[in-house]
């Protein structure tokens, strides 16, 4: 197809939508400046036009319009990820849910909700408060959950209660020739059929359109206590936490940060003045009994490795005043050097490697001369890379690059994944021949099938 048709059908397109959507459909350069981008350090490109959906029947109708003129189309939930995923590399319609915002049923005594794919998490616990029950995935960002399926999200709370894989028991998706399917149910086992519900969970809007989501839920705990403590090296901290877990400690959350991101932690929450060595922020959930003997437990295993500094948050305010200041990890790794940009990265290793992984990682870091910080999630093997850089210095940039090429290497030495929670996109898509290998050509078989079109969020997670 030449430039011209493409502009001609692009016109066609916007066209169609426009009498379908009316002011629903945006052209204007601000709007789509914000669906041009996500938190990744990418080139931005900019979607055609930007189109706002309110119910599935509409999604349909907006994806059979694009692919009639074979042109692209981009979920988009909140431009949070962090890998490229929502930017519009080939332009066409990004396809912002934000307005599908519905939290269509609790159902209290089956543990799950229903709700649309523009409903973040924090307004999903602020409905579920009176109930008891919590949604428990945590990512940091504010996301909606349609994102947070479609990307495989994680967070602090996944050594225990799991990932959007673990909780989410059934979707319905807009296929990229409009037809709508439900995949999976709200019982909590089946196994009638394919896996589709898993299939589209970390897709990132490859294969289809999330529309609606049923999600797990848990009990609040009666008890909760969470805490901070120091250690002399990464090592020790990370020996605590694999101790904890092979002794069936039933850690909430455990959180690593080296010494590198607690001087930042410090600069951009001058009151948090924890000491600047190597931390785990841990926290405890069940009965007030079941907690202090967890307390205790730790506080055993983590004397064996020198743990010193121990600073506990027991009430809700100490507590969120703790998990914010770790959800502001990156800004706080942005203090260390005032107006420089972040190059993200992630991988996941058995937590068997994590201490040596870590340890060759800060070598490769020294070794580059940049300021790195790591933070991650250590109860899963899942660490993080915030790489400092000077946007207009093309040589850092470049630097950073290799910096974050030779930790994907090593995390797939060790068995592990290029990237545990922040996906692929186009951010990892040049390492998922060297982990998947033959695996990978079966997924672009996958993607031909479902998209002969190749029309639903291009150029990202598998070659076309």
Same mark, same amino acid.
Request: charged content about 25%; proline content about 5%; aromatic content about 4%.
């Given at each position: 197809?030449?430039?011209? =048709? &493409? ?12 009498? /379908? ?18 938190? $990744? ?11 706002? !959906?309110?119910? %599935?029947? #509409? ?56 709700? =649309? ?5 924090? =307004? *999903?616990?602020?409905?579920? @408060?009176? %109930? ?6 945590? !990512?940091?960002?504010? $996301? ?15 050594? @225990? ?12 998706? +807009? ?24 299939? /589209? ?32 090296? +990464? ?23 080296? #010494? ?7 600069? /951009? ?35 064996? /490795? ?6 506990w948050a027991r009430n809700t305010e100490d507590r969120n005043k703790l998990w914010q200041a770790r959800h502001n990890a990156y800004f706080a790794a942005k203090a260390l050097r005032p107006g420089a940009t972040g190059v993200l990265t992630d991988c996941c ?6 201490? #040596?992984?870590?340890?060759?990682? &800060? ?5 580059s001369g940049l300021i790195a910080p790591i933070v991650g999630h250590v109860g899963d093997g899942n660490f993080h890379l915030s790489i400092l850089v000077d946007r207009d210095d093309p040589a850092e940039i470049e630097k950073a690059k290799n910096l974050a ?36 050509? *079966?997924? $672009? ?6 998209? !002969?079109?190749?029309?639903?969020? !291009? ?6």
């Open positions: 197809m030449t430039d011209n =048709q &493409k502009t001609t059908d692009r016109t066609k397109t916007i066209e169609a939508l426009r009498e /379908f959507l009316g002011d629903r459909l945006s052209i204007g350069s601000t709007i789509r400046e914000m669906h041009g981008r996500d938190e $990744a350090y990418s080139p931005p490109a900019l979607p055609d036009a930007v189109a706002f !959906p309110e119910t %599935t029947e #509409e999604v349909a109708r907006i994806v059979r319009i694009c692919a009639d003129h074979r042109c692209p189309i981009v979920p988009f939930g909140i431009g949070s990820s962090l890998e490229g995923h929502v930017i519009p590399v080939k332009g066409g319609i990004s396809v912002d849910t934000s307005r599908m915002n519905r939290i269509l049923a609790i159902n209290e005594r089956d543990l799950d909700a229903v709700v =649309q794919p523009g409903v973040t998490r924090g =307004q *999903l616990n602020e409905d579920l @408060r009176a %109930t008891g029950l919590m949604f428990t995935v945590d !990512p940091g960002a504010d $996301a909606t959950l349609g994102g947070m399926a479609a990307t495989r999200a994680s967070g602090t709370n996944a050594v @225990r209660y799991g990932t959007m894989r673990e909780n989410v028991l059934a979707m319905e998706v +807009v296929l990229p020739d409009g037809r709508i399917i439900e995949t999976g149910c709200r019982a909590r086992k089946s196994s009638a059929g394919y896996d589709l519900t898993h299939l /589209f969970i970390g897709s990132e809007g490859t294969l289809g359109i999330i529309t609606r989501l049923t999600v797990r839920l848990f009990g609040q705990p009666e008890a909760i206590l969470a805490a901070t403590c120091a250690f002399d090296s +990464v090592d020790a901290a990370v020996d605590t936490v694999i101790l904890a877990i092979q002794t069936g400690l039933p850690m909430a959350r455990i959180e690593l940060l080296d #010494e590198i991101q607690m001087k930042g932690m410090n600069l /951009f929450t001058p009151d948090l003045n924890l000491p600047e060595k190597p931390h785990l922020f841990i926290e405890f959930h069940g009965t007030e009994a079941g907690v202090g003997e967890q307390v205790e437990s730790f506080e055993a295993i983590a004397g064996e /490795f020198g743990v010193s500094d121990f600073r290793v058995p937590i068997s490697a994590l201490a #040596e992984t870590i340890k060759r990682t &800060k070598q490769e870091i020294a070794a090429a030779t930790v994907n290497r090593t995390a797939l030495e060790f068995g592990g994944t290029v990237t545990g929670e922040h996906g692929v996109g186009t951010g990892k898509k040049a390492y998922m021949r060297d982990q998947h290998g033959e695996a990978w050509d *079966l997924m $672009a078989q996958l993607k031909r099938a479902i998209d !002969p079109l190749s029309i639903m969020n !291009p150029s990202k997670v598998v070659e076309e």
